[in-house]
């Protein structure tokens, strides 16, 4: 039973192009969630997904951030027009429904030069 | 909004020895629940344990156990017998039971094992 699968593991990126991360959440998840870690930091929420439909995005910030969670298909958060503060590790997570335990994966590492 | 505070920045414990790491939290709420996440090397976030605020015995998974104080707001994580694979963050989260369904992390423990 694979896990939460999330590439790519590292990624990196100029300043101004975009960076796409997937993510696969855990088999019979439809849950899935994307949290931030900067360096040194704790994992700070960014956005709940359910398929085709956005719950709660208020740890999205307002610009060049967006996600989706398709029909088919994994999970993708997009960064437009990268910058450097955007290098951090993002963690992608499922659940099997809103009150049960979230799995993590092993996060895609963002590097913006 | 909730906050959850590790005012440990990082804590050491002898191989074989128990340690304990502290967490508060802070919520109006009266139903969530709350985790210990493990962070090691390789950067993965793995669970550790789980507790239901509503349930009073506290939770325990092998070398792993918690003292939950709910009035307190508190939410503390013992190690036993600690390993080497012991050394990582660790993190405090919290979730609520109803409404949003993200957590909410504190800033982390880093854990040595001394061997």
């Known amino acids: 039973n694979a896990g939460v699968m999330q590439n790519p593991r590292h990624l990196v990126r100029r300043r101004g192009q975009e960076a796409r991360l997937r993510c696969s959440p855990m088999?019979?998840?439809?849950?899935v969630y994307w949290y931030r870690q900067l360096p040194e930091e704790g994992l700070k929420f960014m956005v709940y997904l359910q398929k085709e439909n956005i719950i709660d995005e208020s740890g999205m910030p307002k610009e060049r951030f967006s996600a989706e969670f398709p029909k088919e298909g994994p999970s993708i958060l997009r960064i437009q027009q990268v910058v450097r503060g955007d290098s951090a590790a993002y963690f992608c997570a499922s659940s099997l429904s809103g009150g049960n335990t979230i799995y993590f994966g092993e996060g895609s590492w963002l590097t913006v030069v | 909004a909730q906050t959850v505070t590790q005012s440990q920045p990082e804590m050491s414990v002898q191989e074989a020895e128990t340690v304990t790491l502290s967490c508060t939290y802070d919520t109006s709420e009266s139903d969530y629940y709350l985790f210990w996440y493990k962070q090691p090397p390789s950067r993965q976030m793995i669970l550790v344990i789980r507790q239901e605020a509503y349930k009073q015995q506290n939770a325990t998974e092998n070398r792993f156990s918690v003292n939950f104080q709910k009035a307190a707001k508190s939410f503390s994580l013992k190690i036993s017998d600690s390993q080497l694979g012991d050394a990582a963050m660790y993190f405090c989260a919290y979730r609520s039971e109803s409404g949003a369904n993200n957590l909410f992390f504190g800033t982390g423990t880093r854990l040595t094992v001394i061997p």
């Open positions: 088999k019979g998840h439809s849950h």
